[in-house]
């Protein structure tokens, strides 16, 4: 459309013999084309080269051969076989046989590798968002493979070409999400003003021309003349560069956006949700100290887990994890390589951990040779191999590991997550009386707490066998084990951001798969809660037994439940005003989806003073998002894991933190490790913002004050010079336009 104005135009200007303004617009139009094409191939040849992937790969035919295809040749349905030493991954595919460590940080932003395990058999149909931990995500990079049963590790093809996740990145990057902002309207429906306003001066430019007798092909150059002037056609060029620099900007501070139309709406925030776990605190954990139970009672805080007796908890707390070696070294969730580390258990992994047990093992955890122990030991350190596992689940908040050891009777099973639900699979007499006192007495003060449990099982003939059992058989009759309590630092920029947010009425929320005690002590020591703010926790309870669903409403420093509404009419009735004493919200997941299915009338009053969502599945986070944005908010979310992608694409402006360039779940990916790029991408924001309202005021009054010096001119019959309009158009106007879309963002985010 610009490339048709700009050639209309030029056409005039010659009819009109303004040969040298002519000449100057057609030089700088083909200046721009050329400066365009350059960087559109570029741009395309970097996507290329990030999307083409050259390689062959092995595939197993059904008939048991081995051929080697293109990768380009793949189709779903096609069984690979992955080399032990890794590579890139040319397609999604299901993992069916082996384990593989697998680098997602150009995707996930998930800043360690993962380990990747067989899919499990069963009746649930295959989903790759479902079953992530069991799927090869295409663009992502294996960094080791192994094999357990069989000779090879194997994965059967899903998805190929822009139907992949890297497929979505790419067409992300081309076709990128409509963006329903009110000044785009807006400005078109100016745009359309100023078309009405050129028709109506081009009327009245005809009736003087005409009253002055001049010749009619003069007539109607000069009436066409006068659209060009009153609707210019650099305007949209003139305010897409205000955006293009903020983007320069950003990418220099570590900040890289592949929808810069996206910077834009960064002005309008008015709520940013937070991940919690390295988001706003670090990644790291360190452990505090371990709870044992001894019969129906917790002893007292162990700082040191090596120091405990060999017995089914430091069994659990040394083989219950997901970790793997990657060149000598352990990788994996930063949680479970501080508490293998704190046991002083060395993972083992390869043929040469197997030969010791006779059969083939995922890993075998070697104790440490002299470690002092507390009294009362009564079994020997011996190694311990892990037969089976099911890595931790978002969704069921825990894992579980299937272990034997050398002259063991039996196999044994243990099981490590929330300590709610754990405590739900255990046995009630293996639970404490006081088990959510203790819990809270430790959440309450900000630690972070897994509970550990499980049971012994019949021996498995062989690994296979093993690989056989459910992870529902593996979950009942469980007995608890302990509780391993672990501090998580907040990051020293995150209360500094947060406050800065909430001074210029920018809301913030956190929304974590925590607990929800320990995520209220992390929203008040950030300062999402200040320190005269008051904060009630909701619970909700599903119809159960012929009773309607309840609902209660919690003071935080009291433990006696202020009883809400019981059913949803009543809720529906029930106000929550913005009382300084209830101006704060916290409730967990499964209250959330009680609000959303048995109180959705309520659901928007508790989300407009909504602080803290804990216990919250990837899929309700971005149900969380969705649902704020119903209210009209302009929403932001910022995480850096797996966990979060869902509402990192779905919010008006997602932030990944990730050492990646481009993320396939986020507009905005940011190599700095905190959250001090939030207000950054907002300054940018506004600051584009603010540009392209000044540029564009500028420009439109720009073209009126000629439109209306050539209509003054028209009545006696002349017009501007040649070298008049090229001093107007190019030295005045587009200089003042190029140095205004320079203008940097404020120091300091103020209040909008």
Wanted: hydrophobic share 45%; net charge neutral.
């Amino acid at each position: 459309q610009l490339l048709v104005d700009e050639a209309f135009s030029i056409g005039l200007w010659l009819a009109d013999r303004y040969y040298s303004y002519a000449l100057c617009i057609f030089l700088i139009s083909t200046a721009s084309i050329c400066l365009a094409i350059y960087k559109t191939r570029k741009q395309s040849q970097t996507l290329r080269d990030m999307v083409q992937l050259s390689a062959r790969v092995c595939v197993c035919r059904p008939g048991g051969e081995k051929e080697w295809v293109d990768c380009s040749e793949l189709v779903p349905g096609d069984c690979l076989v992955l080399p032990q030493d890794g590579g890139p991954v040319p397609c999604d595919a299901a993992l069916v046989a082996g384990e593989c460590v697998v680098n997602e940080s150009a995707l996930t932003g998930e800043s360690v590798p993962v380990l990747k395990t067989a899919l499990p058999e069963g009746p649930v149909p295959y989903c790759p968002e479902t079953h992530r931990r069991h799927t090869l995500f295409c663009g992502t990079i294996v960094l080791q493979a192994r094999a357990f049963v069989g000779p090879h590790v194997l994965a059967v093809v899903t998805r190929t070409g822009f139907c992949t996740a890297k497929g979505g990145l790419v067409s992300s990057i081309l076709h990128p999400r409509p963006i329903n902002f009110k000044f785009y309207k807006h400005s078109m429906k100016f745009v359309a003003a100023l078309s009405v306003l050129a028709l109506l001066g081009t009327i009245y430019s005809i009736f003087i021309l005409h009253r002055n007798r001049m010749p009619l092909n003069e007539i109607v150059i000069r009436a066409l003349d006068l659209v060009t002037v009153v609707v210019p056609p650099a305007l949209p060029a003139a305010m897409t560069v205000c955006t293009l620099y903020a983007q320069s900007r950003l990418r220099s501070q570590g900040i890289f956006c592949i929808h810069p139309l996206r910077i834009n709406l960064g002005g309008k925030l008015q709520l940013v949700c937070f991940d919690k776990t390295g988001t706003l605190t670090e990644d790291g954990l360190d452990v505090m100290g371990v709870v044992p139970l001894k019969g129906q009672a917790f002893l007292p805080l162990v700082p040191e887990p090596r120091r405990l007796p060999m017995g089914p908890l430091l069994r659990a707390l040394a083989t219950c994890h997901a970790l793997s070696r990657l060149q000598d070294t352990p990788v994996g969730d930063p949680m479970d390589l501080k508490m293998v580390e704190s046991t002083g258990w060395v993972l083992e992994e390869g043929p040469a951990a197997s030969s010791a047990f006779g059969t083939q093992v995922l890993a075998v955890m070697r104790p440490p040779l002299q470690e002092p122990q507390l009294q009362g030991v009564e079994e020997p350190p011996v190694p311990v191999s892990i037969l089976s596992r099911f890595p931790f689940s978002s969704a069921l908040q825990r894992m579980n590991v299937v272990v034997a050891w050398r002259g063991a009777a039996q196999l044994e099973a243990y099981v490590k997550g929330s300590p709610e639900l754990v405590a739900g699979l255990c046995k009630p007499e293996t639970v404490p009386p006081d088990f959510a006192q203790r819990l809270q007495s430790y959440t309450a003060a900000g630690y972070r707490v897994v509970a550990v449990a499980g049971k012994p099982l019949p021996v498995a003939p062989s690994l296979e066998a093993a690989q056989q059992l459910t992870r529902d058989t593996l979950e009942q009759e469980l007995s608890l084990l302990g509780l391993l309590v672990m501090r998580n630092l907040l990051k020293p920029q995150t209360t500094a951001v947060i406050q800065a947010l909430r001074r210029t009425r920018i809301r913030t929320v956190m929304v974590t798969g925590d607990n929800l005690q320990t995520a209220v002590t992390v929203a008040q020591g950030c300062g999402m809660v200040g320190p005269r703010e008051h904060l009630v926790i909701i619970h909700a309870t599903p119809p159960e037994r012929g009773q309607p669903a309840s609902l209660e409403l919690l003071p935080l420093e009291s433990s006696t439940a202020m009883n809400g509404a019981k059913d949803p009419d009543q809720a529906a009735s029930y106000t929550m005003e913005p009382d300084p004493r209830s101006s704060h919200l916290a409730l967990s997941g499964s209250t959330f989806g009680v609000l959303m299915k048995h109180f959705p009338k309520l659901l928007p009053k508790v989300l407009v003073q909504g602080t803290v969502f804990a216990r919250m599945a990837p899929e309700q986070k971005t149900e969380l998002v969705c649902e704020l944005q119903k209210l009209q908010y302009c929403v932001g979310m910022c995480g850096d894991g797996a966990n979060d992608c869902g509402a990192l694409k779905a919010a008006d402006v997602g932030i990944s933190l990730s050492q990646a360039e481009a993320s396939v779940v986020s507009p905005f990916t940011s190599s700095m490790a905190s959250i001090e790029c939030v207000p950054m991408v907002i300054r940018e924001g506004r600051c584009s913002l603010d540009t392209s309202f000044s540029v564009f005021k500028y420009m439109a009054l720009y073209s009126l004050t000629q439109f209306i010096s050539v209509l003054i001119l028209y009545t006696i019959n002349t017009n501007l010079g040649d070298v008049q309009f090229l001093a107007i158009d190019l030295v005045i106007t587009t200089t003042v336009a190029v140095l205004m879309s320079r203008t940097g963002p404020a120091l300091a985010l103020g209040q909008a």
